[in-house]
């Protein structure tokens, strides 16, 4: 089955940065037919959307809280995708989230990575 391990959370200070990673494993279909995204929880909070890459890693859409300020991308050939967030603010302090969707069926979901935001 299709399982997604992220990594790359951590500390860091407001005004820092941090690179998150996402790897793929399990697929029964090309890593490069499946649209990925990055969500981020807070507890009491509704799950947040924050960033969608399409399969070819060519249409990158935000959310508006976040645009600007973090980048997402992919590597299709190392079955990974990215979020590189920089100017962190404490608002950013979550648990980031990835998912793989393939066509139109159910988003499969990571454990999620902590990222917090701190002086």
């Known amino acids: 089955q299709v399982q997604l391990a992220e990594s790359g959370g951590g500390l860091v200070q407001p005004g820092g940065s941090l690179k998150l990673s996402c790897a793929v494993s399990?697929?029964?279909?090309?890593?490069?037919?499946?649209?990925m995204r990055w969500y981020r929880q807070t507890p009491g909070n509704e799950r947040e959307w924050v960033a969608r890459i399409d399969t070819t890693g060519v249409r990158r859409n935000y959310a508006d809280s976040v645009k600007g300020r973090f980048t997402i991308s992919r590597d299709n050939g190392k079955k990974a995708v990215y979020l590189q967030m920089d100017n962190l603010k404490f608002e950013d302090t979550a648990v980031y989230l990835c998912?793989?969707?393939?066509?139109?069926?159910?988003?499969?979901w990571g454990q999620g990575t902590q990222v917090t935001v701190s002086s």
């Open positions: 399990g697929l029964s279909r090309p890593f490069s037919a499946f649209v």
């Open positions: 998912t793989a969707q393939y066509g139109g069926s159910h988003e499969v």
